[in-house]
C-alpha cells in the first residue's frame, strides 16, 4: 500500500533522513517515534503532498484517500454535528449532487444519488458523526452547538473528530491524545484498534502507542528503523541492539543498577494495595529498558529540599471553584513523601484543585493550611507563557539564580536539552516541548518538597518524557500530579484521587483499573435516572458520612504512618551518606598511597556502619508498615 525506498527528505536546509526504506500495508498501524525535530510531522506533509522527497522512491496509489487532522484551530457558526460530517468528502458530494438533481427534476440522477448514499451508508452519516462526537467527550447538549462557540482545545478535538468520520485508506494521526484527557483516550485507542486501513501515528504517549500500534518506526541519525510490535517491544528490541554496542555496555549497566535499587528499595511498600503492586511492576520494567535509554539528551534529577516537613498541605471543607463551586466538601491532606495521582474527565476540576493547593486562589470557603516550611514548586501549562520571549535559558536561571557560575548554569541547563549557545538565544521561537523543559528547570532549581504538576508531559517528547519520570521517582518530597500519561501515572503514583461530580475520592483500585471504572459509572448515571426523589436526596447524606469516616480512619492511622514515613526520610539520609562513601572509597590512590591508610580503614569502618544503620532501619520499616497495613485492614 506504501513503500519507501532510499528515500531521503529535507526541510529547508536541514536534512531529516536518507535512504528510508520500508513498505506498510492496510489493517497495519505503525508509530512513529523519535527526538523533537527528527522528522515525523515532516514525513507526513510529504504522504499528503506537500513536502517533496529529495531522493529515492515513495510507492503510494493517487486513489487512496488519505485523511488527517487539520492542524489549524476551525471557526464559524457551522454546528458541531455539520462540521464532523464534512469529514466524509464523498457524502458532501453526493448530497450535493442530489440537491443539484432534485431542483432541476432529473429523477434518474436523483435515483442515482440514493443509490450511492445508500452504498456509502450516507443515510447514517449524522448518527455515526453523533457517536464520533461522543466518543471524544462532546456531551449530547453541545453537538449542535457552533463550532466558534468552543474553546480552542476542544476546536481541535472537532478537528480529529472529523479525521475519523472521513472513510480513509490511510490515517494520518500527529499527536492526537494532545487535547484529549484519559477517558477520550480511551476511547479513541478501542476506536483505532476497529480501524481497517493503514494507521500511521505520531505520539508522546507510550500508553497510547502500546495500545493501538503493531509496529513502530524509530527515526534516528538520519535513519528510519522500523521495529515489529508496540512501543514496549521496540524499547525492548533496541535496547538488546545497542547492548550490542560495547562503548555503551558500562553505561547501560551503571543505568539498570542506579534503577534497581529503587526497585528494590520499593518493593517493601508494594505490600496489598493494588496501585502499590502496579507501581512495582512498573519500576522493574523501567529498569530492563533502561539501556534503550542511555543515550538520551535529557539527563536530571530534583534537588534535595532543604526541608523534609512531615506537614506539608491540608486542604479541609474546602468548596474550590471560581463563580461558583466546582469541587464540594474536599478533605485532602498532604504529607511528606505522598505521592498522589488525580484522576477525572476535562472540566472535572483537576487544575480547580491543583490551583487551590498551590496559591489557594480558587478556594472559596473552607481552610488550607500551609505548613511552616513547606516550599511549593507548581507547574502548569499557563506558566511557559509567563516566560519573557526576549530573555534566554540562561537570562531567566539568572534571574533567579544571579551568582550562578557559567559551567554550573551549563551542566544544569545541559540536563534539559539545552547545549551550546543554545542556552543564550531568546526563548520566543522556541517550541512547547522547549519552554515546558525551561519551566520545569526553573522550578526544580527552588528546592520544592511539594511538586504540584498539571499535564506536566504536554509538548515533551518520549525521551524527555522517560527522563522526567525517572527524575520523579527519585523525587524525596511529595507529588501531585494531573496526566493523562498512563506511564507516569504507574511509575510514580502510589495513590490515585478521582475527581468527579464535584467531589474529591480516593480511587482504591489501580490506574489500569480506571476504563472499567468509568464505564460502571456510566451504567450508574444511566440506572440513576429511574432512582425516586428521596433516593437522590439521600446520596449526598451518604458520601459525607463517607468522609468523616475516611477522616477518622486517617487520624486512627496517623501515628503509625508518621513512624513509617519518618523511617522512610532516616533511610533515605543514611543511603545518600553511603553513596558518598561509596564514591570516595572508588579514589584507586585510596589503596596505593601508605599515607592514607588511616582515611581507608576510616571509610571502611564508615561504610560499614551505614549498611548496618540501613539494614536495621529497613526491618524496623517493614515492621511498622505490616502494622500500618494490619490496622488498615481491621479499620
Known amino acids: 500500500m506504501l513503500s519507501l525506498n532510499n528515500v531521503s527528505l529535507r526541510r529547508g536546509r536541514k ?7 520500508f513498505q506498510v500495508h492496510a489493517g497495519q498501524r505503525l ?16 504522504l ?18 488519505i485523511a488527517h487532522v487539520a492542524q489549524q484551530s476551525p471557526s464559524g457558526a457551522q454546528s458541531a454535528l455539520d462540521f464532523v460530517q464534512d469529514g466524509d468528502r464523498e457524502l458532501r458530494q453526493v ?14 440522477a436523483v435515483h442515482d444519488c440514493y443509490e450511492r448514499l445508500e452504498t456509502i451508508d450516507g443515510f447514517s452519516a449524522e448518527s455515526r458523526a453523533a457517536r464520533l462526537l461522543d466518543g471524544l467527550g462532546f456531551g449530547s447538549d453541545e453537538i449542535g452547538r457552533p463550532v466558534e462557540s468552543f474553546s480552542g482545545g476542544w476546536r481541535m478535538r472537532l478537528n480529529l473528530t472529523q479525521a475519523l468520520m472521513c472513510r480513509s485508506d490511510i490515517l494520518l494521526l500527529d499527536e492526537p491524545t494532545n487535547h484529549l484527557d484519559l477517558p477520550a483516550i480511551l476511547w479513541l485507542e478501542r476506536w483505532l484498534k476497529r480501524y481497517a486501513g493503514l494507521l500511521m501515528v505520531v505520539s508522546h504517549d507510550r500508553d497510547f502507542l502500546d495500545g493501538v500500534c503493531t509496529r513502530i518506526a524509530h527515526i534516528e541519525n538520519l535513519e528510519i528503523r522500523v521495529y515489529n510490535g508496540n512501543y514496549s517491544d521496540f524499547e525492548k528490541l533496541r535496547s538488546a541492539r545497542l547492548a550490542q554496542q560495547q562503548s555503551m555496555f558500562k553505561r547501560q549497566q551503571k543505568e539498570a543498577k542506579h534503577l534497581q535499587s529503587y526497585v528494590d528499595r520499593f518493593r517493601y511498600k508494594a505490600s496489598k494495595a493494588r496501585q502499590a503492586q502496579s507501581r512495582l511492576k512498573m519500576l522493574e520494567r523501567m529498569t530492563a529498558i533502561a539501556p534503550a535509554h542511555v543515550d538520551s539528551p535529557f539527563r536530571f534529577r530534583f534537588m534535595e529540599p532543604d526541608r ?8 479541609e471543607d474546602v468548596n474550590a471553584g471560581y463563580d461558583g463551586p466546582v469541587l464540594s466538601g474536599i478533605d485532602l491532606p498532604v504529607a511528606g513523601g505522598d505521592r498522589l495521582g488525580l484522576l477525572g474527565v476535562n472540566g472535572a476540576g483537576k487544575s480547580t484543585l491543583v490551583k487551590a493547593m498551590a496559591d489557594g486562589s480558587t478556594v472559596l470557603s473552607g481552610e488550607r493550611t500551609l505548613g ?3 516550599r511549593v514548586g507548581y507547574f502548569a501549562q499557563h506558566q511557559l507563557d509567563q516566560l519573557d520571549p526576549e530573555h534566554s535559558p540562561a537570562d531567566h536561571l539568572r534571574a533567579r539564580e544571579p551568582g550562578i557560575p557559567e559551567p554550573e548554569m551549563r551542566r544544569y541547563l545541559g540536563g534539559f536539552g539545552f547545549g551550546g549557545e543554545r542556552i543564550f538565544e531568546p526563548v520566543e521561537p522556541f517550541s512547547g516541548g522547549e519552554k515546558a523543559r525551561l519551566v520545569l528547570a526553573l522550578m526544580i532549581r527552588d528546592k520544592p518538597n511539594l511538586l504540584l504538576l498539571d499535564e506536566p508531559t504536554n509538548h515533551l517528547d518520549l525521551e524527555m518524557r522517560q527522563a522526567l519520570s525517572m527524575a520523579l521517582v527519585e523525587f524525596s518530597g511529595a507529588i501531585v500530579v494531573i496526566s493523562h500519561d498512563r506511564h507516569l501515572l504507574r511509575s510514580v503514583c502510589d495513590d490515585l484521587l478521582v475527581v468527579h461530580d464535584g467531589r474529591v475520592e480516593r480511587f482504591d483500585r489501580s490506574i489500569d483499573d480506571y476504563a472499567s471504572w468509568l464505564q460502571e459509572q456510566e451504567q450508574s448515571e444511566g440506572s440513576s435516572t429511574c432512582d425516586t426523589t428521596e433516593g437522590r436526596k439521600s446520596r449526598p447524606v451518604d458520601r459525607k458520612q463517607q468522609r468523616r469516616k475516611e477522616a477518622e480512619k486517617r487520624r486512627i492511622l496517623k501515628p503509625l504512618t508518621d513512624e513509617v514515613r519518618r523511617l522512610e526520610r532516616d533511610m533515605a539520609a543514611a543511603r545518600k551518606k553511603l553513596e558518598l562513601k561509596d564514591e570516595a572509597l572508588g579514589d584507586q590512590e ?3 598511597d601508605p599515607g592514607r591508610k588511616q582515611e581507608l580503614t576510616g571509610l571502611l569502618q564508615e561504610q560499614a556502619g551505614l549498611r548496618s544503620d540501613i539494614e536495621s532501619m529497613e526491618s524496623a ?7 500500618l497495613e494490619r490496622a488498615s485492614i481491621d479499620l
Open 372 to 374: 511552616r516550611h513547606t
Open 95 to 108: 448530497q450535493q449532487r442530489l440537491r443539484d438533481a432534485e431542483s432541476s427534476g432529473n429523477d434518474g
Open 621 to 627: 520499616w517493614l515492621e511498622a508498615s505490616e502494622a
Open 590 to 592: 585510596l589503596y596505593t
Open 15 to 21: 536534512l531529516l533522513f536518507e535512504n528510508a526504506s
Open 308 to 315: 523534609q516537613p512531615q506537614h506539608l498541605l491540608h486542604l
Open 31 to 46: 508509530g512513529l517515534v523519535g527526538a523533537n525535530g527528527c522528522g515525523k510531522t515532516s514525513l507526513f506533509s510529504m
Open 48 to 65: 499528503l503532498g506537500e513536502l517533496e522527497n529529495d531522493g529515492g522512491d515513495l510507492v503510494l496509489d493517487s486513489s487512496l484517500q
